[in-house]
């Protein structure tokens, strides 16, 4: 039994040592960033200034994170817009170039850091209120960094001023709300104190199912019982019921 056991540690430590040996060392010398997602939809933002209408511009902050080795100094990272070819934001119109000298002291990893926060300037234009505009945000190569994994290389921002679908309405608010419309938005937005945009329903806990569907329930109630009271009015004065611009009926439960 002695004998046995002493031929089991002697295997299970050969296994070992050479394990050991094949695993390779990381070698690679070049440095390599990504976005940082905390959900599947995190590719996509969006920012529209009707909630904001007193701004001119605002700042979006978006993450990214090194791969590689730590450097002790800092370096300087590149963003760069490429081109959907569906209603494209303009620099200088839209957005704030990235090599805008205000913007370089944000574009950096700090020594001894693996992540910084990287700001893009949206601007408002009068063009926002026709159309939405795509910037499509990527790393650009430079000297010290290159970027990294594909599915996390860029984020997709859709520039509006007017009510744009927060892209994490997903089919979960569809069940407690009904299908999303921009009226529907704004009917929401008028009688509540909420902005139901994608930080509100991030806060929420839509993305993970995390959300209290009793709160939500309530909200959804809430609004139809006063959706019904407007319409009624409406009906009084010979005016039909509240709807999308497609004429698609409003409402919140089916």
């Given at each position: 039994m002695r004998n046995y056991l002493y031929m089991i540690c002697l295997i299970g430590g050969c296994v070992l040592a050479s394990c050991e040996k094949e695993l390779p060392l990381y070698g690679d010398s070049q440095s390599r960033l990504n976005f940082e997602y905390?959900?599947?939809?995190?590719?996509?933002?969006?920012?529209?200034?009707?909630?904001?209408?007193?701004?001119?511009?605002?700042?979006?902050?978006?993450t990214v994170k090194t791969i590689g080795f730590v450097a002790a100094e800092d370096r300087k990272i590149e963003l760069m817009q490429v081109p959907t070819g569906n209603n494209d934001a303009v620099a200088g119109k839209h957005y704030l170039r990235f090599d805008d000298a205000g913007l370089a002291r944000f574009y950096v990893i700090k020594g001894g850091a693996t992540k910084a926060r990287v700001p893009v300037v949206?601007?408002?234009?009068?063009?926002?209120?026709?159309?939405?505009?795509?910037?499509?945000?990527?790393?650009?190569?430079?000297?010290?960094?290159?970027?990294?994994?594909?599915?996390?290389?860029?984020?997709l921002l859709t520039i509006s001023d007017r009510l744009v679908k927060p892209t994490n309405w997903t089919s979960f608010m569809d069940y407690m709300?009904?299908?999303?419309?921009?009226?529907?938005?704004?009917?929401?937005?008028?009688?509540?104190?909420?902005?139901?945009?994608?930080?509100?329903?991030?806060?929420?806990?839509i993305e993970d199912y995390s959300a209290d569907q009793g709160f939500l329930q309530y909200w959804a109630n809430k609004f139809q019982r006063l959706l019904n009271e407007f319409n009624a009015k409406q009906q009084e004065v010979g005016l039909p019921p509240l709807t999308e611009a497609n004429g698609a009926l409003v409402q919140f439960q089916k």
């Open positions: 905390m959900t599947r939809n995190d590719s996509l933002a969006s920012y529209s200034f009707v909630y904001n209408k007193q701004l001119t511009s605002d700042t979006i902050w978006f949206v601007l408002k234009d009068p063009s926002l209120t026709q159309a939405d505009y795509k910037l499509r945000i990527e790393i650009k190569d430079n000297h010290l960094f290159k970027s990294g994994y594909k599915e996390f290389s860029y984020k709300f009904g299908t999303y419309g921009t009226v529907k938005h704004q009917f929401m937005i008028d009688n509540s104190d909420k902005k139901w945009d994608e930080e509100y329903l991030h806060k929420l806990g």
